[in-house]
C-alpha cells in the first residue's frame, strides 16, 4: 500500500492490483470503512484485466485520522489528490455508501477531466427527504434535520436483521474486521455535513455515464433512490439487487461484481 500525502499533509493511501494498462478502477469506501472492505472486487476486477486502485481516505483504515474531523469537501480534494499524484484518467470511480457521495463532492470541485464513468453503490445523493425527494435517509426529515444524526447513524427498523442474513453477515463482518463503531466529534461532524448535502445538481451536470446500484433491503433509504437518481443524470441507469442490504457489493459479491464489470466494459 502506497502513500500519498495531501496537501495539508495529511498521508492517504493506495494499493494498486492489476494491469497498470488496463481500465483504471478508483474503490472508495462509506463511512469508516477500510479499503478492504472491497475485499470481493479487487481480485474479480484484476483478473477481468482492470487496474483496481483501493483507497483509504483519511480516516479509513490506516490512513492517517486527523482530530480535526473532516468534510465532505476536502474528501473531494483528497480524491483529486490520489487521481493527480498518479497521474490517472480515464478512471471508473466507484463509490459505497458515503464513497458515493464523495465522488459528487470531486466533481463539483473538478470536473470530469479523469473520469470515465462512475458507479454509486446504494448512496441516495440528498439524505433529507422533501416534497420533491421521498428516497433520503428513512426518518429524517426538516422536523429533525440538526439532531437526527447528533449522537450517531440511528437504526431505522427497515432491512433484514443482520443475524438473519446468513453468510452475507458473515461476508460484512469480514470486510468490517477492526473497524471501530464509536464515533468522535470529528466522525459525528463529518455524519453531519454527509447528512445535509445536496449532490443532485452535481449529477445533473455530469456528461459520463453513471450507474447507481441499490440494495433491494436497504437499512438505510427505499431502493427507489437508485432509478431516481439515474434519471438525473444526462447519462444514468440503475439495478436494484435482490436479497441485499446497503452494503451491496459486500452481501452479494457474485451479482454486483458482473454489474460493475458489464458497466466498465460499456465504457
Known sequence: M?????????????????????????????????????????????????????VNLRGHGS????????????????????LESLDLTDVLLVGGS??????WSYLSQFGTERTAG????????????????????????ASNVDTYFAEGIPPTGHGTPVWKRGKRMLRLLKAMRGVDHKLSRGELALLNDHAKADWRPVIEETAVPVLFVAGAESEHWSSTHAAASAGLA??????????????????QPEVFNQILLEFANSL
Not at 67 to 82: I, L
Not at 118 to 140: E, F, R
Not at 237 to 245: A, M
Request: proline share 6%; with cysteine; charged share 20%.
Open 2 to 54: 502506497a502513500a500519498i500525502i495531501a496537501d495539508d499533509g495529511i498521508r492517504l493511501e493506495c494499493t494498486q492490483t492489476g494491469d497498470s494498462s488496463g481500465r483504471s478502477v478508483m474503490l472508495l469506501a462509506g463511512f469508516k470503512a477500510p479499503a478492504t472492505s472491497w475485499r470481493y472486487q479487487v481480485e474479480p476486477l484484476a483478473q477481468a484485466g482492470c487496474h483496481v486502485l483501493s
Open 98 to 103: 458515503m464513497g458515493g457521495n464523495t465522488i
Open 234 to 251: 444526462p447519462i444514468g441507469s440503475s439495478v436494484v439487487i435482490p436479497n441485499d442490504g446497503h452494503a451491496a457489493n459486500i452481501e
Open 118 to 141: 462512475i458507479a454509486v453503490v446504494d448512496q441516495t445523493p440528498k439524505m433529507l427527504n422533501t416534497a420533491d425527494w421521498p428516497h433520503g435517509y428513512y426518518g429524517y426529515d
Open 63 to 82: 490512513a492517517d485520522h486527523p482530530k480535526s474531523g473532516v468534510t465532505m469537501e476536502r474528501r473531494g480534494q483528497d480524491v483529486a489528490r490520489v
